[in-house]
């Protein structure tokens, strides 16, 4: 009878092995096929659901803000990334606008008086040090390299062609849209330039370049939104003004030559 009772419980055990074993190869396979059919429908992704994944970025961006900025030291210093270097390049330049506007200084005369108490500091101590027993102050050669000059004369050369070219391709008719954004630009500009005097305005879009990209770099989201619902809407409006008004201008000689 004993007998009959033990190897009734090996059966049992036998089979609830077997039942744990089924349990784990289902379980692997089902794991198995749920990765599977995932790769499946990430490798059979379409092109326009990606599209559609892709974010509006103002201006078409693609790239991130500090490589739109040069990605060098002036990027870094828009953005912030060195808090003591971007406050002391600001803090200059505001010390030099509050000189020339606030104090009616002027270049010249800063600049003469800077070289009269640098030259007149360094001529003293010089002489002074063969009395005191000090060291003469160590004063560097300055010499600018030639490939700097030359970079520099050559990056200003190949900025003013481009522009030049931009006129160029603007005035021949090409595109009426780049037309009326350039002429409403200068127009913005002059009436710029008529309120405040060059320094001022210069200072305005250097303290713009120290606010406006460390700004959008932090609310980069929700900036991008808003400018897309408004390019739609300057794009629909433009689009009435163009059906009502532009396309009802006429056409010169040339522009119609050249679109036969």
């Known amino acids: 009878m004993a007998d009959h009772a033990g190897e009734h419980d090996s059966f049992v055990e036998t089979v609830m092995d077997k039942v744990n074993v089924d349990k784990l190869h289902v379980a692997h396979h089902d794991s198995s096929s749920s990765s599977d059919s995932e790769d499946e429908n ?8 990606a599209d559609k ?3 509006y970025r103002l201006f078409g961006r693609e790239r991130p803000v500090h490589k739109v900025l040069g990605g060098g030291k002036p990027a870094e210093i828009f953005l912030w990334r060195d808090k003591k270097v971007s406050a002391g390049v600001l ?33 003293l101590w010089s002489n002074a040090s063969a009395f005191i027993n000090t ?17 520099v004369a050559s990056a200003l050369r190949i900025e003013m062609n481009r522009i030049l070219e931009i006129l160029r391709d603007i005035a021949s008719g090409k595109d009426l849209k780049k037309f009326l954004v350039v002429i409403l630009g200068l127009w913005v500009v002059s009436i710029l330039g008529n309120c405040w005097n060059f320094l001022t305005l210069f200072y305005i879009v250097f303290v713009l370049l120290h606010t406006v ?7 980069e989201d929700k900036v991008d939104a808003f400018a897309e619902k408004a390019e739609a809407e300057i794009k629909k409006h433009y689009a009435v003004f163009n059906d009502q008004v532009l396309s009802k201008i006429p056409r010169g000689p040339l522009r119609d030559k050249r679109l036969a």
């Open 135 to 151: 060291a003469p102050p160590q004063i560097p050669e300055v010499v600018l390299p030639r490939d700097i000059v030359l970079g």
């Open 91 to 123: 803090g200059f330049a505001t010390v030099i606008w509050a000189l020339f506007e606030l104090l009616q200084y002027h270049l010249l005369t800063l600049v003469c008086h800077i070289l009269i108490v640098a030259i007149t500091v360094l001529f």
């Open 53 to 55: 994944a892709k974010i």
């Open 213 to 219: 990209p460390v700004l959008y770099d932090k609310y």
């Open 42 to 49: 990430k490798d059979t992704k379409s092109p326009v659901d």
